[in-house]
């Protein structure tokens, strides 16, 4: 998996999809990645970014959910988000982690 993908992955007996952070030469072991919520939830800058429905089945991605991953617990890709969205993203994550 790569940065910005949107994947399947098992946790425990369910199957959700997540959204992978970072997979990096450094977190490849173990990569970053943040839930995605099927209903969306609106729009609260630096916690929930709204997922167009035409990008991975849409929702909402949670960046307050930010798990280390189990690289066999991954599934099929379902889609990609785009460059702007993966600004935001990595701009909520430094204001919720006030990094």
């Known amino acids: 998996m790569t940065r910005g993908d ?6 425990g ?3 959700i999809r997540v959204l ?12 970053v990645i943040v839930l995605v ?11 929930l970014i709204p997922l167009p429905a035409d990008i991975g089945g849409g929702g909402t ?3 307050s959910r930010i798990r280390f991953a189990d690289p066999s617990a ?3 890709r379902l889609g990609r988000v785009t460059a702007t969205m993966l600004t935001n993203i990595d ?3 430094r204001r919720l982690l006030a990094l």
């Open 6 to 11: 949107i994947v399947e992955y098992t946790q």
């Open 13 to 15: 007996s369910r199957r």
């Open 20 to 31: 992978v952070v970072s997979a990096t030469p450094y977190s490849r072991v173990y990569p």
């Open 37 to 47: 919520h099927d209903r969306a939830d609106g729009d609260v800058p630096g916690i």
């Open 61 to 63: 991605i949670d960046l």
């Open 74 to 76: 991954f599934g099929r």
């Open 91 to 93: 701009a909520g994550l």
